[in-house]
């Protein structure tokens, strides 16, 4: 062993210690979960983790529901802070899933007017619809007239018109072609509608013709029918159609083109009337 000299003597050389980086890296701090108490309420960087805690009260909260507290969040919903509204409106979606009984027929009218403020709420009653039949119609007609403004309440409604058909009347359908006369989107769903249901077909044609004189989108919507399903149009369909052509709406004329391909015992009558339509 190599010795090194100097005061007091020679003294044997100490063995040399060289830093390996590669062990270094190899070496594994210790993690945060081993660092930290074995506790359930404390997350992984050390602070309490209140997600079991909220859980609890939410479930808690549900089961002790009353109707009154439905009331108050009816009223939270319809007002004007964004953040208390939001909350509610979560609350009663949840309330609506879990425990449908609680509501009562005078707490209806107060989602709807909720449903215009936040469109989270139709969500709210269209599972009421669903597990409580009762409401329905109060529901669904509520909702129809909101759907005058709102196209995506619309679409909440075919929605339900297609998983629960048989809690929709003829009186529903009147409603929508109504909503569709200032809602082009309204007319639209009608489409679709006519296309899920082919029993109400004649009257949402019907209906459309009309809406076509003062919405563009049920024109449209026309247009499309006609080429998807011309076996769904009547004979008493194609005058008004063709009164709609003569203001000069290009839609319109397509459809009664394609009911007149489909559809040869109109032929001659369409013909007629887009030679009329023409001239005007």
Request: aromatic share 6%.
């Amino acid at each position: 062993m190599p010795e090194i000299k100097g005061k007091g003597g020679a003294k044997p050389a100490g063995k040399v210690q060289i830093f390996d980086i590669r062990k270094a890296q190899e070496t594994k701090a210790p993690s945060s979960t081993e660092l930290r108490p074995v506790f359930p309420a404390f997350n992984d960087y050390g602070f309490i983790d209140i997600g079991p805690i909220t859980g609890a009260i939410s479930i808690l909260r549900r089961f002790f529901t009353s109707s009154g507290r439905i009331a108050k969040l009816i009223e939270e919903a319809c007002s004007n802070d964004r953040r208390a509204s939001a909350k509610a409106v979560d609350e009663l979606g949840e309330l609506a899933k879990a425990r449908p009984e609680l509501f009562t027929a005078e707490h209806i009218p107060g989602l709807i007017e909720a449903a215009k403020v936040s469109r989270y709420t139709t969500w709210a009653l269209i599972d009421l619809a669903k597990t409580r039949p009762e409401f329905a119609p109060q529901i669904i007609s509520g909702l129809i007239k909101a759907a005058k403004a709102d196209g995506f309440i619309a679409l909440d409604l075919k929605a339900l018109a297609l998983a629960r058909p048989e809690l929709f009347k003829t009186e529903h359908i009147s409603g929508l072609i109504e909503a569709a006369k200032v809602n082009g989107a309204v007319a639209l769903d009608l489409r679709d509608w006519a296309l899920a249901r082919p029993e109400f077909a004649p009257q949402i044609i019907s209906g459309l013709i009309e809406a076509a004189k003062v919405e563009g989108g049920a024109a449209w919507a026309l247009r499309d029918l006609a080429k998807a399903r011309p076996e769904l149009f009547k004979a008493e369909h194609i005058p008004n159609l063709i009164e709609v052509a003569k203001v000069g709406d290009e839609c319109a004329a397509g459809a009664l083109k394609n009911l007149a391909k489909a559809r040869p015992e109109f032929a001659p009558q369409i013909i007629s009337g887009l030679i009329e339509a023409a001239k005007v």
